[in-house]
């Protein structure tokens, strides 16, 4: 297990990355939650993390304008497991 600066922070985003997964919350919800963990992670040690989830909630507002309704939770649930693995 990695000693994370931030647990409480990787904790939440566990948490919510696990739900959306298991499609108890939904995509606005994991957007902003990823962008929470990504503004409290500040530390130059997990400048890594910054940047990942930075990316990731940039994937998720481009599927969110160019993916169908009904396909976007299937097209950002890897990415919301990439997330999960970088962090477990």
């Not at 994370?4 to 990787?10: A, D, G, K, L, T």
């Not at 985003?13 to 919350?25: A, G, P, V």
């Not at 530390?43 to 009904?70: G, P, Q, Y």
């Amino acid at each position: 297990m990695t000693k994370w600066i931030y647990p409480e922070v990787i904790e939440r985003l566990k948490e919510s990355c696990i739900n959306f997964l298991d499609e108890k919350t939904t995509v606005q919800n994991i957007q902003t939650e990823i962008f929470s963990a990504e503004s409290q992670v500040v530390a130059f040690e997990e400048k890594w993390l910054r940047t990942a989830l930075f990316n990731a909630e940039n994937e998720i507002e481009l599927l969110c304008f160019t993916v169908n309704e009904d396909e976007l939770v299937v097209s950002i649930k890897p990415i919301v497991q990439d997330i999960l693995d970088k962090i477990q």
